[in-house]
């Protein structure tokens, strides 16, 4: 009697099969991850700081209608408004500004990819669980605020590139719409709406929506450096239990 002594076959996943079950262990998501960490720590201070002072002055006009022309309150406000757009440095901050913005847009970016946790966990990535540890809340704070407002902080950015360095802008514009007279161009009215909502000066309402939600850099900054230290001196660089 012949004995078979063929093996199994195991077959190999795919790129596509790991990165949606187990996304943790492809070289490009650990790859991704350590830019996002470190642009994340290298950037987090200014982002917090234009986070607070991005919301404060959403309500530039009315505070600084209501305020004295020669009053301490509006000259506070512009005084915030200078710092928020060129960090009191004329060109040279704005410029600043645009590296900072292009840091946000990257950090956007990234931390959509890596926030995909695999097919067996991505509903606990929508959510949060106020009754875990402090680890795993702040964690699953960072995941579901960055993965619902990430419109949001996409557009902080991209708008934040365009006000430091409009001329490629205005080029791609260009390039695609020749400039004319007779009409105002498509994309010109795109970048009229991308400056628009970068501040949310639409009504009441939009401007109070903005103001809250232009906080979120801020939480997502603090809660980053939270997981950062957690991980670095209190798990030894270990993940989180699932």
Known sequence: MAISTSRPIHHELSA????????????????????HLWVGMMAGLY??????????????????????????????????VDFHTNLLAGEVGRSVNGIGA?????????GAVIWWPGIDNWRRSLTLNWRSSIARTNWDLHNTLGFWCFVFVLMWGISGIYFSFPQPFNDIVDRFEPPS????????????????LHFGRFNRFTEAVWALLGLVPAVLVFT??????????????APLPK
């Open 224 to 237: 980053g450096i939270f997981m950062c230290c957690h991980r670095i001196l209190i798990r030894k660089g």
């Open 16 to 35: 596509w099969q790991r990165w949606l079950q187990h996304p943790e262990k492809l070289w490009v998501h650990r790859l991704l991850f350590q830019i």
């Open 47 to 80: 982002l917090f700081v234009m986070s607070l002072s991005g919301s404060a002055i959403v309500f530039r006009n009315e505070l600084e209608t209501a305020a004295n022309f020669k009053g301490n309150v509006f000259r506070a406000v512009e005084w915030l």
């Open 181 to 196: 007279n007779d009409k105002l161009r498509f994309g010109d009215l795109l970048l009229t709406w991308l400056s628009n």
């Open 102 to 110: 292009m840091c946000l847009t990257l950090l956007c970016l990234t």
